[in-house]
């Protein structure tokens, strides 16, 4: 198993605080069945900045001490970006850091936003041969509310990522239901962990791959599992039509 999104690198961000939790959590990785991870720390979030020369030697440092350990695990360099303006002029830069060196990059909204340029932004990302890839937008506020604007962006060629513990309902039933919503119309092509520690953010990709499987059958579950050994592989990924998330409006008083 894959995870394409995971916060491993100790003392960078919001995941583990040292070399010590970082390898407990490659433990429970592997226990999991996951081989590989793509370390992705916060980047430009307002709050940690974690440059590519930056990640990468942490990678090569966690997967050299992974290997003393014998622990089984590959770690891969990739970074989550907060979405602003000039990224794209970061990228070319060489500052800015694909999903190990692919043409897929992770954009992360506000919790509780979207920008409004978001749109544009992800156009341009692809005119310059880079497939952006949302992370978690079950647990955006805005997108929770008026799902067309994720339509739009699929439709118009981003992908995106669902949080395997958003699916398990650990955020809770309006967050998990909007995550089968996103599966059921298409509007979603990757499971990944988000994992931040092995206690409260933990890796529940088991849980979230067998509740795939048991909703919507072993097609979907294949898919998503395929779609991540795609991205490695910096191949196409599958993806079926998309389709709008129609909300219901009720008018007058009742």
Do not use: W
Not at 118 to 147: M, S, T, W
């Amino acid at each position: 198993m894959i995870d394409i999104h995971c916060h491993i690198l100790p003392e960078v961000d919001d995941g583990p605080g040292t070399i010590e939790e970082s390898l407990e959590m490659a433990r429970e990785a592997v226990r999991e069945g996951i081989k590989t991870i793509i370390a992705t720390p916060h980047n430009k979030n307002n709050k940690y900045e974690n440059s590519k020369e930056k990640i990468i030697a942490n990678v090569n440092t966690l997967n050299s001490i992974l290997s003393k350990e014998n622990i089984p695990l590959e770690i891969l360099p990739g970074q989550e970006n907060r979405i602003y303006g000039e990224i794209l002029e970061d990228y070319k830069k060489g500052e800015i850091l694909t999903l190990s060196n692919t043409k897929y990059l992770f954009i992360e909204f506000p919790s509780a936003s979207v920008p409004r340029y978001a749109e544009r932004l992800l156009y341009d990302i692809q005119i310059e041969g880079l497939i952006p890839v949302i992370v978690h937008p079950e647990r955006n506020k805005e997108l929770l509310g008026n799902p067309s604007i994720l339509y739009e962006m699929v439709k118009n060629g981003s992908l995106t990522q669902v949080t395997a513990a958003s699916l398990g309902g650990y955020f809770g039933k309006t967050i998990k239901n909007f995550s089968i919503q996103l599966i059921e119309h298409n509007l979603t092509h990757f499971l990944a962990s988000d994992a931040h520690n092995t206690t409260s953010r933990s890796f529940k990709l088991n849980e979230a791959y067998s509740l795939v499987e048991e909703k919507f059958g072993l097609d979907y579950y294949y898919m998503f599992n395929e779609n991540s050994e795609s991205l490695l592989l910096d191949d196409t990924i599958i993806k079926e039509i998309p389709e709008p998330i129609k909300r219901k409006k009720v008018f007058g008083i009742f």
